[in-house]
Nanobody, 121 residues
Framework: QVQLVESGGGLVQPGGSLRLSCETS????????MGWFRQAPGKSRDLVAT???????NYADSVKGRFTISRGDAKNTVYLQMNSLKPEDTALYCC???????????????WGQGTQVTVSS
């Protein structure tokens, strides 16, 4: 089955930048939407950003103007460029996708395991 694999997390100082990547484990027939969610310890999982077919993007108010989501050339890769990072951005960032693996299969939602982002001085 298809898997979403994230990378790029780490420890960064406030005001710094990180770029997260998410790739599918196999070729995808069609991707409807890809995005990022994040969850801090003891808190709920919140939407960070999404990108739809055609390039339409949406961002949480807390990251708008600082984060940028984009799709790779293969269209089965998504990136999250995070600038001006704040301590409150610290969380496990998980990739999310609604995709169709084969022409005869219905679209389904998939989640990655997550990559940790820690913002601290």
């Amino acid at each position: 089955q298809v898997q979403l694999v994230e990378s790029g997390g780490g420890l960064v100082q406030p005001g710094g930048s990180l770029r997260l990547s998410c790739e599918t484990s196999k070729t995808i027939f069609n991707v409807n939407i890809m995005g990022w969610f994040r969850q801090a310890p003891g808190k709920s999982r919140d939407l960070v950003a999404t990108i739809q077919s055609g390039g339409i993007t949406n961002y949480a108010d807390s990251v708008k103007g600082r984060f940028t989501i984009s799709r790779g050339d293969a269209k089965n890769t998504v990136y999250l460029q995070m600038n001006s990072l704040k301590p409150e951005d610290t969380a496990l960032y998980c990739c999310y996708a609604v995709l169709q693996t084969e022409p005869t299969m219905a679209p389904a939602a998939y989640w990655g395991q997550g990559t940790q982002v820690t913002v601290s001085s």
